[in-house]
């Protein structure tokens, strides 16, 4: 079964490595803010942390400093 290539700017919700590829924003700072209560960017997957995408993109626009 052959995986199909889906881009980054076109998924809803990131990896960790991927959110941080996308973002220039390192691995260890992304997990850390996910950590955070009330982070407004987290999605759940069973134990597996994911990124929502456009959420994060507005988190990085409103933010001054991460």
């Known amino acids: 079964m052959n995986k ?3 881009a980054i ?3 809803v919700a990131l990896t960790i490595e991927e959110a941080a590829e996308y973002s220039n924003i ?3 700072r992304i997990s850390s803010l996910l950590k ?3 982070c407004p960017f987290v999605l ?3 134990t597996k942390k994911l990124v929502k995408r456009k959420e994060f993109e507005k988190f990085i626009s409103e933010s001054v400093e991460i």
């Open 4 to 6: 199909q290539y889906v």
């Open 9 to 11: 700017c076109e998924k």
């Open 26 to 28: 390192g691995q260890n």
């Open 36 to 38: 955070e209560p009330r």
């Open 44 to 46: 759940y997957v069973g």
